[in-house]
C-alpha cells in the first residue's frame, strides 16, 4: 500500500477534530461522509499514526491518505446530466430519480461529474464532489463543490443552516392550510415547515395536495417522515405509506426545487431552481416561481 496524497496542516487558531479540519483537504476524499469512511477504514494516518475522527489537528502535522489500489475507482461513469449552475468553485445539477448520489455503487452522480462539469482553473481544485445527498428516488437539486476549500465550506453552510432549500411534493388526505413538524429523528431533533399550495379531489386517494416544504435539518428520510408521521404520506412512497394507498410505477412526488444562499467566496446571493417534473403538472396547475 503505497502513499496517495500527503498534506501539512498550517498553525490552526486553536485545535479541530480531524473530522472536521480533514473535509476537502484530499482530493480522493472530498467530503465529510467519504472522510469517516475513509477514517473507519484507517486509511488516514497523523504523523505516522493511524489516525481517528477524534484526533486533534493543532498545526504542522503531516497528514497522509493511504488508498489500496483494489479501493480506487477504476473509471467513470458515462451519464448525461443537466447543469443548473456552473462556476469555478461550485455547481449544482439536477438529479433524477432512480440513481444514487454517492455511494459505493459504481452508478452514481457522484461518479459521472468530472465528464459533465468544467474542471476548475484554481489552485485547489479537486474532483467535484456532492456536498449533499438526495433520496435515490427523489429528484431535484444537488449542489456540487470543485475545490477542496469550497467542500469545506459548503459542507460547514450546510451545518450553520445557512442554505435555504424548497421542496414540493404531492401529499395524501385532509391537511391543515401550513404548520410545523418538529420531531426526533434518529436521536437528533429535526423540523420542517409546509404549506398547502393546491388540492384536488382524487376518486382514489380521496384528495391530493401540493405541498411547499422548507426543512430546517437534513435528517435521513426527513421529509417523507414528517408527512407520514401527520398521516399524509406522499404519493408514491413505498416506505413511509398507509395501507391501500400506495402508488405504484409512477416514483416517489418528491422533488428539491430550489437552494438559495451567500457564495461562500463571491458573495453573491445565488438563488438556483429546477423546474418540478411533468408529472406534478399533471394534477396541478401551478408554475412554482
Sequence with gaps: M?????????????????????????????????????????????DGTIATTATLITGG????????????????FNFPLNVLFEDDYLA??????????????????ANALSQNLKAST??????????HRLDYATTGIVLIGKTSNCIRALNKMFEDKLISKTYYAVAIGDMAPSGTI?????????????????????????????????PKTGRRHQLRKHLYSLGNPILGDKEYNLEGLILKGRGLYLHAHSLEFEHPFTQQNIYIKDEIPEKFGKLFNYEPK
Excluded at 502535522?61 to 467513470?76: C, D, G, S, V
Aim: glycine share 4%; net charge positive; no cysteine.
Design 2 to 46: 503505497n502513499p496517495n496524497e500527503t498534506h501539512i496542516a498550517p498553525n490552526l487558531d486553536k485545535p479541530q477534530r480531524l473530522q472536521e479540519y480533514g473535509v476537502g483537504i484530499f482530493e480522493a476524499v472530498a467530503t465529510k461522509s467519504a472522510l469517516k469512511k475513509t477514517l473507519k477504514k484507517k486509511y488516514i494516518s497523523v
Design 61 to 76: 502535522e503531516h497528514i497522509t491518505l493511504y488508498i489500496p489500489e483494489e479501493a480506487k475507482p477504476k473509471k467513470q
Design 92 to 109: 449544482a445539477i439536477h438529479k433524477p430519480a432512480g440513481i444514487e448520489v454517492s455511494g459505493n455503487k459504481f452508478k452514481t452522480i
Design 122 to 131: 484554481l489552485p485547489d481544485a479537486t474532483t467535484p464532489q456532492p456536498v
Design 182 to 214: 418538529s420531531s426526533e429523528i434518529d436521536g437528533k431533533a429535526s423540523r420542517s415547515d409546509f404549506e398547502v399550495i393546491q388540492s384536488v379531489p382524487s376518486e382514489r386517494f380521496a384528495k391530493l395536495n401540493l405541498v411547499k416544504l422548507h
